[in-house]
C-alpha cells in the first residue's frame, strides 16, 4: 500500500498516518505499506501528478518487486524538520489554487 497523507489534514491529522505505521508495524507487515507526506490542509488535496506518481510506483512495486521510497513519518526529527513534506509534494502544484500557499515553497 502506499499511503498518501496532507501534513495539514485537519480532517484526518497527520499523527493518524503515524498511528497507522504503528499498527502495520505492530502486526509484522511493515514492507506493504510506504508512506507519502504532502504539503497540503484540505483532505486529500492532491495533485494528479502526485496521484499519478504514486499509482505508477505502486503498479511497479507489483510488478518488478521494488518497494517504492516513502517518507518516515515515524521518526520525530524528521517530520519536524522545515523541508519535510518536500520530497514527493508536485511543486508545480504550489502556485495553483488550494492550500498549498500556506506551506513555504519547497527548494
Known sequence: MISLHGLGDLFVPFSMEQDYRADVARNGQSRWLVQRAIRTVDHCEFSP???????????????????????????????????????????????????????????
Do not use: I, K, Q
Open 49 to 107: 501528478a502526485e496521484v499519478g506518481t504514486a499509482w505508477d510506483d505502486l503498479v511497479a512495486w507489483a510488478g518488478r518487486g521494488t518497494r517504492p521510497a516513502g517518507d518516515a513519518v515515524g521518526d520525530r526529527g524528521t517530520v519536524a524538520a522545515a523541508a519535510f513534506g518536500c520530497r514527493f509534494t508536485d511543486r508545480a502544484a504550489h502556485t495553483g489554487p488550494g492550500t498549498r500557499r500556506l506551506f513555504p515553497a519547497c527548494a
